[in-house]
């Protein structure tokens, strides 16, 4: 019984690690949809998100039959119940993403303003996805910590952002609309890390 739970556990950990996976793709689309205005990759980030709401559902389902089937208690059950959390912030991850994606048509006769803090922050966002989902998986509280390390430097861009929009839009009004596109785009990013922390938190 017991090895059949630590299988079941294990494909819930490669189904987490995919699940984060394609996260990480779906920011990186939308990201380079928004930097290099590129429709198809747009579509690519809306096409990850789609997927991602598909794992979920997979995820979701294992861990209902973890749940139910092997009726796991102390450990076992905090790390099941933990993982039905993450998935939720994953799957905010997701939505986010297209988001960006969806905004990057908008924003293509911006000027070069916040596009370098907003490039930053996505490689930023990428990896803090990545490193949480890691450091749940591999139980490695190190890394979980790091996460909040970098969660820190993505509010000091997106703050970095704010300014240079203020700027932007003082000196040239016309250019207001485009700019709170632009801002909306770094909230997103600062919500996925946002995001990204919550899923730390759980290890």
């Known amino acids: 019984m017991r090895t059949h739970f630590d299988e079941q556990l294990e494909k819930l950990h490669l189904e987490l690690i995919r699940m984060g996976a394609l996260c990480e793709d779906a920011i990186s689309a939308a990201a380079k949809a ?22 979920e559902g997979d995820v979701e389902r294992l861990c209902m039959q973890l749940l139910l ?5 102390a450990k076992d059950l905090r790390e099941v119940s933990s993982a ?3 998935i939720s912030d994953l799957e905010r991850i997701g939505d986010q993403a297209a988001d960006i994606a969806e905004l990057s048509g908008y924003v ?4 070069e303003t916040g596009r370098t803090h907003i490039g930053e922050m996505a490689r930023a966002t990428i990896a803090m996805v990545t490193d949480s989902v890691d450091s749940f998986v591999h139980r490695d509280l190190a890394l979980a910590r790091s996460v909040f390390a970098a969660d820190d430097r993505v509010d000091a861009l997106f ?3 704010k300014r240079e929009i203020v700027r932007l ?7 207001a609309e485009v700019a709170l596109d632009l801002l ?12 990204a922390t919550n899923v ?4």
Do not use: C, N, T
């Not at 293509?108 to 000027?111: L, Q």
């Not at 770094?186 to 890390?193: D, H, P, T």
């Not at 730390?200 to 290890?203: M, R």
């Open 84 to 86: 039905l959390k993450m």
């Open 34 to 55: 928004l930097l290099e205005q590129d429709p198809a990759l747009a579509a690519k980030a809306q096409e990850a998100e789609e997927e991602i709401d598909r794992a």
């Open 169 to 175: 839009i003082s000196k040239d009004s016309a250019k």
């Open 69 to 73: 089937r092997q009726q796991p208690v």
């Open 108 to 111: 293509a006769g911006a000027s």
């Open 159 to 161: 703050a970095d952002v």
């Open 184 to 195: 909306m785009v770094a909230k997103y990013f600062e919500r996925i890390g946002d995001h």
């Open 200 to 203: 730390a938190e759980w290890v």
